[in-house]
Structure formats: structure tokens, C-alpha cells
């Protein structure tokens, strides 16, 4: 039985939960292949003093893989112009998220994840998935 991207995103709520509790931000991410879940993690940022582990990051990192064609990033909020270079260059396939930075906080302009896809030309190579627990998604942020 084949699960659906709320069902996915219900887990990286789970992981973006276990996140905000341990004093980073609360957002979750995975990366799913042929229906597995090939990679998780939520921010650490202030957990581990690194300001590239951003939870898409840690996800990429949990693979152990440099190719992820094929593959689904499930996140909870709008990667970062940085979160979103390292989802198009690991060949992530579909990128699937919840809340926008609109709907709780404008950090970077006039920025977003299409806007980026298609300056960069990787339309071709990276579809997008909105509106998935959106709610659900910015209310874990508060």
C-alpha cells in the first residue's frame, strides 16, 4: 500500500516536533524512495552549532548518498535558497512542502523555492508540491 504525501509529512511533523523541543527550530524533512524512507532529520542548527543543518541538510546527509534521483524531499517549511541549492544538486526529483516563509515569516525577500528553480533552470528536473498539512506545518513553528 502505497502512502500519501499527507502521510509522509505527518512523519516529518514528528520530526520537526523533536526539534523544537531540543531548542532548534521545529521543522522536520525525509527523503523517500520507492515508497522507503531513505533519510531523515530535523533542524540542529543550535543543537550542533552549525548553521548548514538545516533539516533538508540533515536529511540529504542521512542518505549516505550523492544521487537521490528518483527520489522525494518531504519538509515541513520552505527550504532556504541553501536548503534548496543542496535539494537541486543532490537530484531530488519532487520536493514536497508544507508552510511557506509568507505564511509565518519573510526571511529572505521576495524569495521562493520556484522562484529559485526557475532562475537556476532546474524546472526540468525538480517539480513541486504545495499545500501539503500547510496548517499543520506552520502552527508546529509557534
Not at 512542502?97 to 525577500?109: E, F, M, P, S, T
Request: aromatic share 4%; proline share 2%; charged share 25%.
Amino acid at each position: 500500500m502505497s502512502r500519501s504525501h499527507e502521510d509522509w509529512m505527518r512523519v516529518a511533523l514528528e520530526d520537526a516536533g523533536k526539534s523544537g523541543a531540543a531548542g532548534n527550530s521545529a521543522v522536520g524533512s525525509l527523503v523517500v524512495r520507492d515508497g522507503e524512507i531513505i533519510g531523515r532529520g530535523g533542524n540542529e542548527v543550535n543543537s550542533t552549532s552549525d548553521p548548514t543543518a538545516h533539516a533538508e541538510v540533515v536529511a540529504i546527509r542521512d542518505t549516505g548518498q550523492i544521487d537521490l534521483s528518483g527520489s522525494t524531499l518531504y519538509t515541513t517549511f520552505e527550504p532556504c535558497p541553501m536548503c534548496c541549492g543542496a535539494i537541486m544538486v543532490s537530484g531530488v526529483g519532487v520536493l514536497v512542502l508544507g508552510a511557506r516563509h509568507d505564511q509565518v515569516a519573510r526571511n529572505y525577500g521576495d524569495y521562493s523555492v520556484e522562484r529559485l528553480i526557475e532562475l537556476s533552470e532546474y524546472g526540468d528536473r525538480l517539480s513541486v508540491v504545495t499545500g501539503v498539512l500547510t496548517e499543520d506545518c506552520a502552527n508546529i513553528r509557534e
